[in-house]
């Protein structure tokens, strides 16, 4: 069997809904699933209705590829599932046929390009990470205390201060003081700490 799915991002676009649902009505999809979201956005209920409507020697049919999935990655392992499951995927767009031999080559080439801009993005981010800490920058939230106000309210604990008086004192959260304490405390000494 032939299903039909249609993902739009906004309710405004009824006419890619109409020539989507054309197309796939032309190439003989019995039952046509619909849905209005964002590729960003993983709550699609009528591709989770698909997905389980769908049986072993069904076609799932798609006017572009890119429906499929909220990226290139994400499109490719819900393939790479329902081709498990024994239901092939067709594009309309590139005559994409996951039941031919010339399909499943071109659909190994994308996973393996997939594959490759995770890495590209993994190795990337590792170099960027290295390049600020380099120039001395860190990532991460700024401390909440500087280190003369982490000094200055660890002498207010010191002094007796309870740990909400000091929070509120400097304005930041019990838990903060908390964590300045504990850490202070596991290191033995009176060296500022980034909290």
């Known amino acids: 069997m032939k299903l039909g799915y249609i993902r739009v991002s906004t309710p405004g676009q009824v006419e890619s809904v109409r020539s989507q649902q054309q197309q796939l009505q032309q190439y003989g999809c019995e039952k046509i699933f619909t849905d209005i979201a964002s590729g960003a956005q993983t709550a699609r209920p009528a591709f989770r209705e698909i997905l389980s409507y769908a049986r072993k020697k069904d076609s799932i049919v798609v006017t572009r590829l890119d429906r499929l999935g909220r990226s290139t990655v994400d499109t490719l392992k819900t393939v790479q599932e329902l081709d498990q499951r ?16 010339q399909g499943r080559l071109v659909l190994s080439v994308l996973a393996s390009l ?31 205390l500087d280190p003369e106000q982490q000094q200055a309210a660890l002498s207010s604990l010191a002094s007796g201060m309870s740990e909400n008086q000091v929070a509120k004192a400097f304005g930041v959260s019990r838990a903060t003081i908390s964590r300045l304490k504990a850490k202070n405390k596991a290191m033995g000494s009176s060296q500022t700490i980034d909290y």
């Open 114 to 144: 997939a594959q490759w801009e995770r890495e590209l993005l993994v190795e990337r981010t590792k170099d960027g990470l290295a390049h600020a800490r380099a120039q001395g920058r860190v990532g991460g939230r700024k401390p909440a």
């Open 86 to 101: 024994g239901i092939t995927i067709r594009a309309l767009d590139t005559s994409l046929d996951t039941s031919t031999p």
